[in-house]
């Protein structure tokens, strides 16, 4: 049997699954991982939210990577397997994604924004951190490039941060909750293009595992929780996805 079709019959046996992304979803859109060889970290060391917070030049440096980063991704469109999850959510099969991706791409496919648990917060706009105003990522590419500092709040003067989660930063304790929620409400678990690194994200497959959903992992590399799996994919994420959920 193929991967897909073996995949195809765990999602007709299944009456709730929680699908859960990362970084691998998005390649075929343009949106590079991080961990893949030759991937961004193994470029760029990650900025830590305390020097964030203390050290203006590495506030800069965070900014001049984001803002170049975000202008080389800004046509970038949901791929094959966001449009599958997207089906598998309106065939009333998957209430729930939890994702760590910062692209806004599953909101772009379709899926409502009510349905995605975002673990690592949402690249496309930022925040204050002291006041939590949101503000606009254009506004902030244009402040940025007039002062070649942080922005600051107009609200408020704090700290303009991209509303995502760095290292060193807290995790959303919402988003949290209710990823652990579906990670014990669920009978399959998808986990989609993670390598499975990322602490605490990468718990939820083993909660939803160790509570006796089944899990399927779907990566071209190797994962610390193969062993777990119910069913592991090594193929391409759009290919598998768009095979095993077809409309
Ligand atoms: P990761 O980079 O650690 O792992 C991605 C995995 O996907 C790799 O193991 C790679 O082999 C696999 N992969 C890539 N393309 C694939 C394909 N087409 N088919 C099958 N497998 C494929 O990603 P992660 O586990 O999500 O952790 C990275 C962290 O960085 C996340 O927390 C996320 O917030 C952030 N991030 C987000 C984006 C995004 O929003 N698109 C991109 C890069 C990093």
């Given at each position: 049997m193929t991967?897909?079709?073996a ?6 046996g299944a009456?709730?699954?929680?699908g ?8 075929e ?6 961990r893949s060889?030759?991937?961004?970290w193994?470029k760029?060391?990650?900025i ?5 917070v203390?050290?203006?030049?590495a506030?800069r ?9 975000r202008?080389?991704h ?5 791929g094959?397997?966001h449009?599958?999850l ?8 998957m209430p ?11 909101q772009?496919?379709?899926?409502p924004?009510?349905?995605i ?14 006041c939590?105003?949101?503000?606009e990522?254009v506004?902030c ?5 007039r002062t070649?500092?942080?922005p600051?709040?107009?609200?408020c003067?704090?700290?303009v941060?991209?509303a995502?989660?760095?290292f060193?930063?807290?995790m959303?304790e919402?988003?949290m ?5 579906a990670?014990l ?9 993670s390598?499975l ?8 497959p083993?909660v939803a595992?160790?509570n006796?959903a ?6 071209r590399?190797?994962?610390?929780f ?17 095979a095993?959920?077809a409309?």
């Amino acid at each position: 049997m193929t991967s897909a079709n073996a995949l195809k019959e765990l999602i007709a046996g299944a009456d709730r699954i929680t699908g859960f992304t990362g970084a691998g979803i998005s390649t075929e859109c343009g949106i590079p991982d991080f961990r893949s060889p030759g991937g961004f970290w193994t470029k760029n060391k990650p900025i830590d939210f305390r020097d964030f917070v203390s050290e203006p030049e590495a506030r800069r440096e965070a900014w001049g990577r984001f803002l170049k980063l975000r202008s080389e991704h800004l046509d970038v469109q949901p791929g094959r397997g966001h449009k599958a999850l997207h089906r598998l959510h309106s065939d009333g099969k998957m209430p729930e994604l939890i994702t760590q991706n910062i692209d806004n791409l599953h909101q772009a496919s379709g899926l409502p924004p009510t349905a995605i648990i975002e673990l690592h917060g949402n690249g496309t706009y930022a925040k204050c951190l002291a006041c939590d105003t949101r503000h606009e990522m254009v506004w902030c590419a244009e402040e940025f490039e007039r002062t070649g500092e942080c922005p600051t709040c107009t609200a408020c003067g704090g700290l303009v941060k991209t509303a995502t989660i760095s290292f060193g930063q807290a995790m959303p304790e919402e988003e949290m909750r209710r990823a652990e929620m579906a990670s014990l409400s669920c009978d399959l678990f998808l986990a989609i293009g993670s390598s499975l690194a990322v602490q605490p994200a990468a718990s939820f497959p083993l909660v939803a595992a160790q509570n006796g959903a089944k899990l399927v992992i779907i990566n071209r590399e190797e994962t610390p929780f193969d062993r777990f799996a119910d069913l592991v994919v090594r193929d391409d994420i759009g290919e598998v996805l768009e095979a095993a959920i077809a409309p």
